[in-house]
């Protein structure tokens, strides 16, 4: 029997570095250049664009892992949609989250109409293992008429908001991470590469992300090194390089 490929094959650089680079990526608020910089300060000669094609291809697979290994969603789901431009114009992201602010999927589209809303909650769905108990939006008229026609859905407790209100914080506040990355990087421009990034950006920055203001300092330092042993198996790296 024939040893698997590793998931690394054909790369000069290790597993590790690759990793790391990676996880700095979608986790701070680093450009590609920034990274190449760090890299170069602990040995690691690498160009930005080489940070670029390791972000796109292995960040989509790294942050299914993630995805797939945490804890099961919560059984409300709170949704909201919010504007971003690219490139001059206007798009919308849709994005659901579970009362503990977990982000389960986002989907970037052109309009917010029935049929945008329906094909957000079956992207939800498909990402769910099942459906939740309740949801939480606000008055866009197109929700109510997308969920209707989901079986899986057309039974599930639906609660309206104000959006004013503030009474939907949890989707709301969920945008926050993503409105400090656009500023950051000036801005998204085409709307596959945004898709993409975003999709891999919430799940490796909030699987590091802990509540640290609600832990005592001995709890959270145990718990980050388990998020952090658990990356290393996601990511098939088992252990940082001497280097760093």
């Known amino acids: 029997m024939k040893n698997a490929k590793s998931l690394y094959h054909g790369h000069r650089s290790p597993a590790a570095v690759i990793s790391c680079a990676v996880r700095w990526y979608f986790r701070f608020q680093l450009s ?3 990274i190449e910089e760090l890299l170069s300060e602990r040995g690691v000669i690498v160009s930005y664009e080489t940070v670029r094609r390791w972000c796109d291809k292995f960040g989509a697979g790294f942050a299914h892992r993630v995805k797939a290994a945490r804890r099961r ?12 431009t690219l490139r001059g114009e206007p798009y919308l992201l849709w994005r659901a ?8 999927d986002i989907l970037l589209q052109k309009r917010r109409d029935k049929a945008a809303a329906k094909r957000f909650f079956k992207r939800v769905l498909a990402s769910c293992t099942e459906a939740p108990h309740k949801i939480v939006t ?3 008229r197109s929700y109510p008429a997308a969920k209707a026609e989901i079986p899986a859905l057309a039974h599930v ?5 104000k959006a004013s209100a503030r009474v939907n914080n949890w ?3 969920s945008h926050q991470p993503t409105r400090e990355r656009e500023r950051r990087m000036r801005g998204f421009r085409d709307p596959e590469r945004t898709q993409a990034f975003l999709s891999s950006f919430g799940p490796i920055r909030q699987h590091f992300a802990l ?23 996601f990511t098939e790296a088992t ?3 001497s280097v760093f």
């Not at 969603?73 to 971003?84: A, I, Q």
């Not at 407790?157 to 908001?161: A, D, G, L």
């Open 171 to 173: 989707a709301e506040n």
């Open 73 to 84: 969603p919560g059984t409300t789901w709170h949704l909201d949609e919010v504007f971003v």
């Open 32 to 34: 590609l250049r920034d």
């Open 157 to 161: 407790k639906h609660v309206f908001v």
């Open 211 to 233: 509540k640290r203001h609600l832990l005592r300092a001995s709890l959270y330092r145990k718990q980050l090194a388990a998020r952090f042993a658990a990356w290393h198996r």
């Open 138 to 140: 606000d008055q866009l």
């Open 97 to 104: 989250v579970d009362q503990h602010g977990a982000e389960l």
């Open 239 to 241: 252990q940082v390089p």
